[in-house]
T-cell receptor, first 111, second 116 residues
């Protein structure tokens, strides 16, 4: 079963705009990770934020984590057509070995 | 270095047949994971291997599913008597050892399984 929900399920924006995706989860976590997937294959790790961190940056990506609300957001700034993909959040709890994924957000960036 | 590789990339089989899916993890990664991605269920954890420890099989959906990891490296996921609901993309990932380290899992390109 999926750990959490992501919203929106689909997002369509123009190139240059910012894209914000949200993720909520249910249980205590060790860390939360964001992945990107093109064309239903090949998950690519984007960024990991630890449970004791609140914000993290990597290039055009900004991730926030609010453990009190059990939620995270991924912001992609100055989007490009090449950012078109599905984005998933995934959590790893303190005891488990596996990642539990959200349902994903399908992002389309129009040129 | 090379990433996680999986084979075959696509597999079409008939209902009732057995299939084997292969995963080659990143060299030096002692942890290996199998996930399944299907339309109805999203991304689901199936099984996890860590070194010589007993695998965590808690995500396997039925006893038709099994996996092994030989020599602490290559892993094979076997699905016996395939059913149409087994159709999905099967993703393998590997990582460094767990413990107190915040590890990243690196995913392979997946095997798309279609059961007719």
């Amino acid at each position: 079963s999926q750990q959490g929900e992501e919203d929106p399920q689909a997002l369509s924006i123009q190139e240059g705009e910012n894209a914000t995706m949200n993720c909520s989860y249910k249980t205590s976590i060790n860390n939360l990770q964001w992945y990107r997937q093109n064309s239903g294959r090949g998950l690519v790790h984007l960024i990991l934020i630890r449970s004791n961190e609140r914000e993290k940056h990597s290039g055009r990506l900004r991730v926030t984590l609010d453990t009190s609300k059990k939620s995270s957001s991924l912001l992609i700034t100055a989007s490009r057509a090449a950012d078109t993909a599905s984005y998933f959040c995934a959590t790893r709890n303190n005891a488990g070995n596996m990642l539990t994924f959200g349902g994903g957000t399908r992002l389309m960036v129009k040129p | 270095g090379a990433g996680v590789s999986q084979s075959p990339s696509n597999k079409v089989t008939e209902k009732g047949k057995d299939v084997e899916l292969r995963c080659d993890p990143i060299s030096g990664h002692t942890a290996l994971y199998w996930y399944r991605q299907s339309l109805g269920q999203g991304l689901e954890f199936l099984i996890y291997f860590q070194g010589n420890s007993a695998p965590d099989k808690s995500g396997l959906p039925s006893d038709r599913f099994s996996a092994e990891r030989t020599g602490g490296s290559v892993s094979t996921l076997t699905i016996q008597r395939t059913q149409q609901e087994d159709s999905a993309v099967y993703l393998c990932a590997s990582s460094l050892a767990l413990g107190l380290v915040f590890v990243t899992q690196y995913f392979g390109p997946g095997t798309r399984l279609t059961v007719l």
